[in-house]
């Protein structure tokens, strides 16, 4: 550790002295001791905390039943792995579920202390680690959901994303290196034009870019890279998107540019306070130009400058329906699954139909829905007959479509708000009321932590607690003007305190007023009109 870690060592906040008592990853050795004395027994900092460097979460409202975040690379995984998931999920009945999340990756739920050794021999056995996924360390990496399949795309991220999980977390063992950082640190890669990873909010992103060339070079045609982004993040107390660090990398140099942010995150980010830990106020406290220097440092070379504009500048797709592939005859189809929630009985369908009619291959979106690629043209027909796809559409209503949600209270304690539930019963009854002409994306998100991020949403709305009629009541306050793909920025508070009951005629009318939206009766009515004009 530096100067800058010890000097602060008197003002260490209690994450901080129980990180030095004993690192997280220690945890690792002893997963059998603590499914031999069960939850209740156990060391409560080891229990609510330091479990979380291997993935398992406590949940103070569902106590004895934990979380599992796993962690998958770019968003992919194999129906063996899926099948592996679901059959962890399977034994825990009706306290058993699985969402996939907003970093393109899958949470267990219901999972007993006592089958862990259990857990991870079975995912051993599959390649699957839930290593490293929740307090400081790195979260699941971001790549492109279409990555390989995608005719456009300028850059396959899968290959790239594993190399940094590889780095970052020893090939999934745990890596001691990264186990100690400051706060959360998001990566993400974009490797099509669409900015499908939502790079402006990681801490830090690889933009697609060409380089003119330099020199002997600059004859030759543009050579593909990335530009750089760092800093972006959300909190309760501050959300920035991320800023450009002026630097251009060739994809050889991705990994090494993550391992030198991180070491310099780790070993000069701000620990005293951890509302203002994230890598962005060590930027601020920096300037931009001192942090790009020590990131140089630190890689043993300098960084050229940022290529003059990104590649990023399509709309966002979503995925959903069915699209060719760049290889003849194949197709991916994109699934909506509605907030990500995931039951065993659906995983084990899911993980059939990768296999009976694709490659095996699943992969997940940050929107929390699915794809299944490598779909023949000959099976295409009879794929989308599958009951499973009534469930899990591949052509949603227009609010449906877009819908994204956090966990909320019931299973987060953070939460202000109850969310899942809630957003499906009021985008069904919205759909209900308006005739839509475009999709709107709605994101709920239960507390100002912005997991489900409402700052990037046509329509975010955050959990708070607000009161009515002199009683306090679930409530939001609604965001509006987030930009996703080309021009991404952030949307901003523009109504607070909405009791959740009375929130969806004021959706119903933003949805009129700023979407294009039309009631259904209105409309019958103007139709009627028109034909007997
Ligand atoms: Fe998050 C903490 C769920 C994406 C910002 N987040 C939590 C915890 C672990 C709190 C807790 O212990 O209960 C939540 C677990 C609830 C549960 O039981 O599921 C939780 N976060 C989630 C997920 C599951 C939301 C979802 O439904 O998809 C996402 C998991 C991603 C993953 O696979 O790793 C999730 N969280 C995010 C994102 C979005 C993103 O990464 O694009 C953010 C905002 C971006 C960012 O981090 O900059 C986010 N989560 C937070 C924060 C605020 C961080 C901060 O700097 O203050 C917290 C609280 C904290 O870390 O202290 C938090
Ligand atoms: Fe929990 Fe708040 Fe994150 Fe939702 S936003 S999962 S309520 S911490």
Redesign the pocket.
């Known amino acids: 550790m530096t100067d800058t870690a010890t000097t602060t060592t008197t003002s260490l906040n209690k994450f901080e002295k129980f990180k030095a008592e004993k690192d997280g990853l220690a945890v690792k050795g002893e997963i059998e001791k603590f499914a031999a004395l069960g939850w209740e027994a156990m060391d409560e900092t080891d229990r609510d905390h330091r479990l ?1 460097w291997v993935g398992v ?1 406590f ?1 103070p ?1 569902t106590p004895g039943k934990f ?1 599992m ?2 962690r998958l690379p770019n968003g992919i995984l194999t129906s063996s792995q899926m099948r592996a998931l679901a059959g962890v999920v399977q034994r825990y009945g009706d306290d058993g579920n699985a ?9 267990l ?1 219901g999972i007993r202390i006592e089958d862990l050794p259990d857990i991870f021999n079975r995912f051993h056995a599959v390649g699957l680690t839930s290593v490293q ?3 400081d360390n790195i ?2 990496i ?1 790549g492109d959901p279409v990555a390989g399949l995608d005719a456009d795309e300028l850059y396959d991220t899968r290959e790239v994303v594993q190399q940094i999980q590889d780095m970052l977390t020893n090939k999934g063992e745990g890596n001691p290196e990264f186990s100690n950082l400051p ?2 640190f ?1 990566i993400a890669i974009a490797g099509g034009r669409d900015n499908s990873v ?1 790079a402006e ?3 830090l992103a690889f933009v697609p870019a060409f380089e003119e060339g330099t020199g002997e070079e600059s004859s030759q045609s543009p050579i593909f890279g990335f530009n750089v982004l760092v800093g ?6 501050r ?1 920035e998107a991320a800023i450009p660090l002026n630097a251009w990398v060739s994809p050889e140099d991705v990994v090494a540019v993550c391992r030198a942010v991180l070491e310099v995150y780790r070993d000069h980010g701000l620990r005293a306070n ?2 203002k ?2 890598l962005m106020w060590l930027i601020d406290e920096w300037g931009l130009e001192k942090f790009r220097q020590e990131v140089e440092n630190r890689l043993g070379k300098s960084l050229l400058p940022a290529a003059p504009k990104d590649e990023i500048d399509w709309e966002k797709r979503d995925h959903i329906g069915v699209y060719k592939q760049k290889q003849p005859g194949l197709n991916y189809v994109g699934l909506h699954i509605p907030v ?1 929630r995931l039951y065993a009985e659906d995983m084990f369908e899911i993980a059939r139909l990768a296999e009976v009619y694709g490659s095996g291959e699943i992969r997940f979106t ?1 929107e ?1 829905n699915i794809i299944i690629p490598n779909i023949p043209d000959s099976r295409l027909a009879t794929f989308l007959t599958e009951p499973l796809l009534e469930r899990f559409s591949i052509d949603p209503g227009l609010l449906t479509r877009s819908l ?4 909320g209270s019931q ?5 202000l708000i109850e969310t899942k539930n809630r957003a499906l019963g009021i985008i069904k009854a919205l759909e209900a009321e308006l005739i839509l002409t475009a999709n709107v994306r709605i994101h709920w998100t239960g507390c100002p ?5 409402p700052q990037v949403a046509d329509i975010g709305l955050m959990g708070t607690k607000t009161r009515k009629n002199g009683k306090a009541v679930e409530g939001v306050d609604i965001y509006m003007g987030g930009k996703v793909g080309k021009d991404a920025h952030l949307g901003a508070c523009v109504i607070k305190g909405i009791p959740c009951e009375d929130l969806q005629p004021i959706l119903q009318n933003l949805l009129i007023e700023h979407f294009g939206a039309k009631p259904k009766q209105e409309a019958l009515v103007t139709h009627w009109s028109v034909d007997h004009n």
């Open positions: 979380k979460f949940r409202v979380m975040r796993m969402d996939i999340t907003t970093r393109q990756n899958i949470q739920r996924s929740g307090m979260r699941n971001t706060r959360k998001n939502h909010i990681n801490d972006g993040f959300f909190s309760a107390k959300c951890r509302q830990s994230r990500g940050v929390q994204v949600s956090c966990t299973f987060c304690n953070f939460a932590n912005s997991c489900g991020q």
